[in-house]
Protein backbone atom coordinates (compact mmCIF):
# COMPACT_ATOMS: atom_id res chain seq x y z
CA UNK A 1 0.00 0.00 0.00
CA UNK A 2 1.54 3.58 -0.83
CA UNK A 3 1.50 5.99 1.49
CA UNK A 4 2.79 9.44 1.03
CA UNK A 5 4.36 12.14 3.42
CA UNK A 6 5.38 15.37 2.30
CA UNK A 7 7.47 17.52 3.92
CA UNK A 8 9.95 20.79 3.81
CA UNK A 9 6.80 23.42 3.19
CA UNK A 10 6.98 26.61 5.33
CA UNK A 11 7.32 30.53 4.37
CA UNK A 12 9.81 32.18 2.47
CA UNK A 13 10.72 35.77 0.69
CA UNK A 14 10.72 36.17 -2.73
CA UNK A 15 13.82 34.70 -4.46
CA UNK A 16 14.17 32.12 -1.52
CA UNK A 17 14.64 28.08 -2.02
CA UNK A 18 12.85 25.48 -0.50
CA UNK A 19 13.20 21.82 -0.95
CA UNK A 20 9.78 19.45 -0.26
CA UNK A 21 10.33 15.73 -0.01
CA UNK A 22 8.14 12.76 -0.42
CA UNK A 23 8.32 9.65 1.29
CA UNK A 24 6.43 6.22 0.71
CA UNK A 25 5.96 4.97 4.19
CA UNK A 26 4.28 2.02 2.78
CA UNK A 27 7.23 0.49 2.16
CA UNK A 28 6.07 0.05 -1.65
CA UNK A 29 9.04 -0.53 -3.94
CA UNK A 30 9.00 2.68 -6.19
CA UNK A 31 8.21 1.05 -9.56
CA UNK A 32 6.07 3.97 -10.67
CA UNK A 33 6.05 7.30 -11.56
CA UNK A 34 6.30 10.11 -9.35
CA UNK A 35 4.98 13.76 -9.56
CA UNK A 36 4.32 16.91 -7.44
CA UNK A 37 0.91 18.94 -8.11
CA UNK A 38 -0.06 22.38 -6.40
CA UNK A 39 -3.35 24.05 -5.81
CA UNK A 40 -4.24 27.57 -4.93
CA UNK A 41 -7.42 29.05 -3.11
CA UNK A 42 -10.22 28.88 -5.44
CA UNK A 43 -7.83 27.24 -8.31
CA UNK A 44 -7.57 24.00 -9.88
CA UNK A 45 -4.72 21.55 -9.02
CA UNK A 46 -1.91 21.51 -11.43
CA UNK A 47 1.02 19.69 -12.65
CA UNK A 48 4.44 21.19 -11.05
CA UNK A 49 6.48 18.70 -12.44
CA UNK A 50 6.75 14.96 -13.00
CA UNK A 51 9.57 12.46 -12.51
CA UNK A 52 9.72 8.33 -14.60
CA UNK A 53 9.77 5.93 -12.04
CA UNK A 54 14.24 5.39 -13.31
CA UNK A 55 14.58 9.03 -13.24
CA UNK A 56 15.07 9.33 -16.49
CA UNK A 57 12.80 11.57 -17.48
CA UNK A 58 11.38 14.65 -16.03
CA UNK A 59 8.40 17.06 -17.03
CA UNK A 60 8.17 20.64 -15.76
CA UNK A 61 5.35 23.43 -15.94
CA UNK A 62 6.30 26.22 -18.35
CA UNK A 63 6.12 28.46 -14.94
CA UNK A 64 8.70 26.58 -12.88
CA UNK A 65 11.25 25.72 -15.80
CA UNK A 66 14.68 26.92 -15.04
CA UNK A 67 13.26 27.03 -11.51
CA UNK A 68 12.74 23.93 -9.96
CA UNK A 69 14.30 20.37 -9.94
CA UNK A 70 12.47 17.01 -9.10
CA UNK A 71 14.09 14.42 -8.27
CA UNK A 72 14.32 10.62 -6.78
CA UNK A 73 16.01 8.00 -4.64
CA UNK A 74 14.33 5.08 -4.84
CA UNK A 75 16.78 3.45 -2.15
CA UNK A 76 14.78 5.79 0.30
CA UNK A 77 11.27 5.21 -2.31
CA UNK A 78 11.54 9.13 -1.79
CA UNK A 79 11.34 12.01 -4.24
CA UNK A 80 12.24 15.43 -3.87
CA UNK A 81 11.16 19.17 -5.73
CA UNK A 82 13.71 21.46 -5.28
CA UNK A 83 12.22 24.94 -5.61
CA UNK A 84 14.66 27.97 -6.12
CA UNK A 85 13.89 31.67 -7.21
CA UNK A 86 10.76 31.62 -6.19
CA UNK A 87 7.33 34.11 -6.53
CA UNK A 88 4.76 35.07 -5.26
CA UNK A 89 2.51 33.47 -7.37
CA UNK A 90 3.99 29.65 -6.23
CA UNK A 91 2.36 29.95 -2.94
CA UNK A 92 -0.01 27.21 -2.83
CA UNK A 93 -0.50 23.56 -1.49
CA UNK A 94 1.93 21.01 -3.10
CA UNK A 95 0.64 17.54 -3.31
CA UNK A 96 3.10 14.82 -4.10
CA UNK A 97 1.48 11.91 -6.16
CA UNK A 98 2.38 8.43 -7.22
CA UNK A 99 1.10 7.15 -10.86
CA UNK A 100 -0.04 4.29 -11.26
CA UNK A 101 2.26 3.67 -14.10
CA UNK A 102 6.12 4.08 -14.83
CA UNK A 103 6.46 6.62 -17.37
CA UNK A 104 6.59 10.42 -15.98
CA UNK A 105 2.72 12.64 -16.44
CA UNK A 106 1.52 15.19 -16.15
CA UNK A 107 -1.53 14.15 -15.84
CA UNK A 108 -3.77 14.38 -12.33
CA UNK A 109 -5.82 11.61 -13.40
CA UNK A 110 -2.73 9.29 -13.93
CA UNK A 111 -2.08 8.98 -10.63
CA UNK A 112 -3.65 6.93 -8.42
CA UNK A 113 -2.62 7.67 -4.91
CA UNK A 114 -1.81 11.32 -3.44
CA UNK A 115 -0.68 12.53 -0.08
CA UNK A 116 -1.85 15.26 2.32
CA UNK A 117 -0.06 18.02 1.19
CA UNK A 118 2.09 20.88 2.51
CA UNK A 119 1.73 24.49 2.14
CA UNK A 120 4.19 27.09 0.94
CA UNK A 121 3.93 30.22 1.21
CA UNK A 122 5.92 33.18 -0.68
CA UNK A 123 5.96 36.48 0.52
CA UNK A 124 7.07 39.71 -2.33
Known amino acids: QVQLVESGGGSVQAGGSLRLSCADSGGTDSIYAMGWFRQAPGKEREGVAA????????YYADSVKGRFTISRDNAKNTVYLQMDSLKAEDTAVYYC?????????????????WGQGTQVTVSS
Open 97 to 113: GASSGRFATMLKTDYAY
Open 51 to 58: ISWRGSTT
